[in-house]
């Protein structure tokens, strides 16, 4: 390079090394040290470990507003509550920042238990234990969802079928909550003496994957129990069975597992859910602010308004306590660790 | 059908209609052409504030942010040469050399013109499709997919430029870049490092942005001129961008065919504008006889993309009205906010909500014509942008774009990841080696490898599968065809010559 290059490019790494140091100024810069919970205009920021416009996003967004009023009512502070969506790795980069924020209140996150504890063991970069819980927000069961012109239509069907040749099922991506269930369903039906064999087709989104089924490219997917509901309304696809001692609302003509007295329903029934969403924030949060959250929390999901317009988007709200949520992370904890054997190789490969 | 494309009419029509229908343009436009934030971006940022619109309103301009942020985009490509969004990335190819030739105003026009045509021809099909939507978007699977990507990756050979050894260097390395992070269909973490970080890939807002910005702002920094050369004064911009504004219609063929293209790749969901312009780009240089100009500002390069980018948008409306599946992330964004407002898309919203379907494809038609206006009459200002002095220049576009690479997850890891790629695309440029192959590799690898696995899950291990889809194998005719073509019509030719040779030798 000439010298007129060498010259103008010492200019531009400058002007490069000037940019990074602006931008870690406010890494820099000192905090102030809270007295009480909440002060006016705190900012809370609501971690969305996923793209805007899918479930937990629609969820959040809904909630949105009437927490911030509650929070605001309960710690008699004008405090803001935005939503952030911070993505990647399936989810574990969002849960990696809620679980390393500062414990001071002012950031919490949503967690989907049908992927955080088996992503837990996987990457290590969270422990579902150690968070502060505010609560549950929302609760489904899983699904089995099959093409509208499948031969199938029962649980038992797709076990017979499957000793012809496996069921070819479709999931958004290895590892993701559609394989996971496929894989404990198989699991636990094998140590009840039935084999149930399965193929996979994996996708980059359940949208995709319900996509596969119409086209009969896939055969069947374990999901969660509202996700094919607009395409069942339709008339493409059906679901053959719910994976709860009782029968789903919205699809009245579906058996519930139980129902068809396979050895290891039940267990199926109590152990592979659809999803469940919990509100966290940050280990050792103290704990006046964590009795703020979660009163609000409650009081947020008992408001007429919320359920009906959770109504409207078709979200199933369902509050639990965050005693409740912390019972419910260790049985899925142990779980996990009961069949890390056929769970670990997805992520560790 | 009819009354409710003239009660959408009469919506459109209204003063509140319009005045949404240009603000949300507007905010779609700027959103575009700032590089690293995109039509997504304005879209994410306009739903709240149509919460309380009625959905016809809230829709129209939601779909006008769409519609308008890709002819934003192209300006930034055509004039700086950093595309302002993913979709406008194959512009860059031939539109930055016209601007480096001083004929910005040119390719402006040329962008425009093809964006409002492209946007109209995708709104025009996404309406004829109404009836028969569902059985089109069922109609393509991995298979056709693979195809579709290994016809993208052979249009690679006409780009590689002097020396094939560059070219085939450059495919490598998007390939490689394309391998990083977790591979959803097979499973398996690549080249990550162990940074959680690289888990989705080296993201394509870092790969676009450093590879043009970053790499551009190195060039100009270094050289120390303004774009379009030391002595560039810019004259009779406004007539050169008429010559331009003609251009879609000099080569009506060229852009039936690439509207075409953007709107059957649009309506492929998780495939977007970013492939449909990079395939119209690789159409355009293989169906022209005279290849020479390509890469050097060749017009063509430039209609291609910009009538596909735009009629993607009509395509990828497609299986999120049909399904509620989106074509991509704004119809992702879209499905949301259908979400918020009560509306189920799929065959309820068809039957339901007809006008709503019939006043989003008038607020996609309208915008793209509202947005390539604004182009033009910005445009002879904005070309100046090619006389500025680089001291001003290289900071703007740096900070901005630099900025962009850190809106997208906060994280100044992806900052250091756009500044390594930038680094990247400065030393290819110094060693000749083409950027076009890098990225078209970089897109195209991932969706290569995982339609090929997939194709093989569905077929449970075997190939058989291929001989059951039509489609896909006339795509591997078409793609076959068109890379002998040149060989084979070369072959006949001499075999001609050397008939009539022999032939009048006997005649004689």
Known sequence: MKKREIFNLSYLVFTVFLIFVLFSIPVFSQTEKNSEAYKDNDTITLIVPFSPGGGYDTLARLIQPFFQDEIRELSGAKVNLIVENVTGAGGVIGYSTMFRAKPDGKTIGMVGLQGAPFQQMGTDEFDLREFTHIGQANIETAGLMVSAESDLNDMQDLIDRSKQMPILFATSGVGAAEHIRTILAQAILAENGIELNADFVHYDGTGEAMIAILKGDAEAMISSAGTPFDLVNDGELKVISIFDPIREQRYPDTKAITEENIPGGDQIA???????RIIVAPPDTPEPIALILREALVKTLNKPEVQEMARNMKVALQHASAEEVAGKVDRLLSLVDRYSDIIMPLYTK | MGYNALSALKILMQFDSILYLIGGGLFGMLAGLIPGLSGSTAIILLIPLTFGMDPNQAFLTLVSAYGASTVGGSLTAIIIGVPGQGKNAATVFDGFPMSQKGQAAEAVGAAAASSAYGGIFGALVLAFLIPVMRQVVLLFGPPEFLMLAVWGLSVIGVLTGRYLINGLIAVFIGLLLSFVGFNPVVGGIRYTFGSMYLWDGISMASVFIGFFAVSIVIDLAIKGVPIAGSRAKIHNAFKKMLVGLMAPIRHFALFIRCSAIGTIIGMIPGVGGIVAAFLAYGHAVQSSKDKSMFGKGDIRGVIGPESSNNSSAGGAMVPLLAFGIPGGEATALMLGALMIHGISPGAQMLKNHLTLVWVMIGALILSNIMASLVAVLAAPQLVKVTT?????????????????????????????????????????????????????????????????????????????????????????????????????????????????????????
Do not use: C
């Open chain 2, 388 to 508: 500025i002095s680089p001291e001003y220049l290289v900071p703007i576009i740096l900070s901005v774009s630099l900025v962009g690479s850190y809106s997208f997850h906060h994280r100044m890891f992806d900052v250091v990841v756009t500044v390594i790629m930038g680094i990247l695309g400065y030393i290819l440029k110094r060693f000749d080696i083409p950027t076009a192959p890098v990225v078209i590799a970089y897109i195209l690898g991932s969706i290569m490898e995982k339609s090929f696995f997939r194709t093989l899950q569905i077929g449970r291990g075997s190939f058989m599968v291929f001989f059951h889809r039509p489609i896909a194998i006339t795509l591997l005719l078409i793609t076959t065809i068109t890379l002998m073509w040149p060989y084979v019509s070369s072959a006949l030719k001499r075999r001609r010559k050397t008939n009539s040779i022999s032939n009048k030798g006997e005649g004689a």
């Open chain 1, 270 to 276: 109590d152990q592979i859910f659809g999803n469940i």
